[in-house]
Structure formats: structure tokens, C-alpha cells
């Protein structure tokens, strides 16, 4: 008798278990789009700034760069071609200076780190790492 009640109680808690961990908690994204928020340096040892890339449909991405209570706002396109993401935004104010990035994307991760240079040139200003949201 003690052996089956055991045997009972040993099952529903493997059910028990196994509907509690059916899915992960961490959700893993499934596209470019949408918002992505981290940070940006400019090289080594060199300081962190805010930023924030929202890539929209039709090649459409917004930047919020340096802070992010009164970030420096951008505008420009984007495209995925296989896992680079490249995009090119000019800054609304200011100097209305005009940045490239290119950064590495996998649809099995909520992390996208790449490069960032001076007009073009998606490298040789500093770094970034952003997690989408």
C-alpha cells in the first residue's frame, strides 16, 4: 500500500514539474524589428553613452543616442542582409552629423553587438551593444 501510494505522489509531482517547465521565461527574438536598448562607446577605455535603435518596417530605423533622460535623436534605414544588420542615420539637431552601423543579429538571441563609424563607414567611431525589448 505505502509502495502505490508512493508510486502516485512520484507521478503527479513529475506532472506537476514538467507543466511548470514546459516554456523558458526569456523571451528570444524573432525579427529586427522593434526596439533595441544598450550602449555605445567609443573605443577602448572610452565612456558609455545610451543608446536605443528602433528598427521600423520598411527600413525604417530611429536612434536615441548619449542620454537617455534627453537623448540626441536620429533618423535613416536599415537592412538585414543573412546576420548583418547595417543601417545608416543622420542626427535631427545639432550638427546633423551622419553615422553607419553594422552589427551581428541571430534570431535565437535578444543581443545584437556591432560597429559604428563616420558617414559610411560602419566602423573606426566606436562599439555597441544593444538588447532588444
Known sequence: ?????????????????????????????????????????????????????????AGVVTVEANNSAAPDLASGTWSLVGDSVRATFTYTAGTMSTFSLAGKYSSNSNVMTGTIGNGASSSGTGTFSVTKQ
Open 1 to 57: 500500500m505505502k509502495k502505490n501510494l508512493f508510486l502516485i505522489l512520484l507521478g503527479f509531482t513529475a506532472i506537476f514539474f514538467t507543466a511548470g517547465c514546459s516554456k523558458s521565461d526569456t523571451a528570444i527574438a524573432t525579427s529586427v524589428e522593434g526596439k533595441w536598448v544598450g550602449n555605445s562607446t567609443s573605443g577602448i577605455g572610452g565612456p558609455v553613452y545610451y543608446l536605443a535603435l528602433n528598427f521600423k518596417t
